[in-house]
């Protein structure tokens, strides 16, 4: 059973930084894609970024390009979000997720079957 564990949510500025982690435990092999998805009040559950753990190749939803960046280490075990120009409007709960299934959509929801339990992030204005 894979676990995901979020952390390093927070408060911040617009315009700031912070940078997400995610710990991940109960792989069977090393094929995964793994994503950052998140949450407002009120609104569906959007992907944000995505990777996939074997070739690296990674995927971002529009309104985030150029201003976050997906990444693992190299034990493939920790998964990061390193958001920069932070903008209000990215306020939400941001949650980790997994699969070992081939994503042909890596940015829905609907591709993931492990979740972590998710961080805040609050960006005021």
Same mark, same amino acid.
């Given at each position: 059973q894979v676990q995901l564990v979020e952390s390093g949510g927070g408060s911040v500025q617009a315009g700031g930084s912070l940078t997400l982690s995610c710990a991940a435990?109960?792989?069977r092999n090393s094929r995964y894609f793994m994503g950052w998805f998140r949450q407002a009040p009120g609104k569906e559950r &959007? #992907?944000?970024?995505? %990777? +996939? @753990?074997?070739? #690296? !190749?990674? +995927? +971002?939803a529009d309104s985030v390009k150029g201003r976050?960046? %997906? !990444? *693992? /280490?190299? @034990?493939k075990t920790t998964l990061y979000l390193q958001m920069n120009s932070l903008k209000p &409007? /990215?306020?939400a709960m941001y949650y980790c997720a997994a699969t070992s299934r081939t994503a042909i *959509?890596?940015?829905s929801k609907y591709e993931y079957d492990y979740w972590g339990q998710g961080t805040q992030v609050t960006v005021s204005s």
């Open positions: 435990s109960g792989y &959007e #992907g944000v970024a995505c %990777i +996939y @753990t074997a070739g #690296g !190749s990674t +995927y +971002y976050f960046t %997906i !990444s *693992q /280490d190299n @034990t &409007e /990215d306020t *959509q890596p940015l």
